[in-house]
């Protein structure tokens, strides 16, 4: 995350608790590796987590508590 790139993403609104506790976290890890001048960006994980713990799935994952996903291509059928 480079401050002369982009600046950080606000928050509008009334999120929930939740959002709020992930929100605050990341940015103290975000501060602690050196703000928006870090070489990491914490901050893009505040949706991915948020939506993880409200819908129990995270799309970068592939092994969850419960078992792996599967999932089925889709292709294109004959022409009717």
């Known amino acids: 995350m480079n401050s ?13 608790e939740t959002f709020e506790h992930i929100h605050k976290r990341l940015w103290q890890e975000q501060d602690a590796e050196g703000g928006t001048d870090a070489s990491v960006d914490y901050i ?14 995270r799309h970068d994952f ?3 508590d419960w ?10 059928g004959p022409d009717r």
């Open 44 to 57: 893009f994980d505040v949706p991915v987590e948020t939506a993880a713990v409200v819908c129990g799935y």
């Open 62 to 64: 592939w092994k969850f």
């Open 4 to 16: 002369e790139e982009e600046a950080p993403p606000t928050v509008s609104g009334s999120p929930s």
């Open 67 to 76: 078992g792996e996903p599967t999932f089925t291509a889709l292709t294109k």
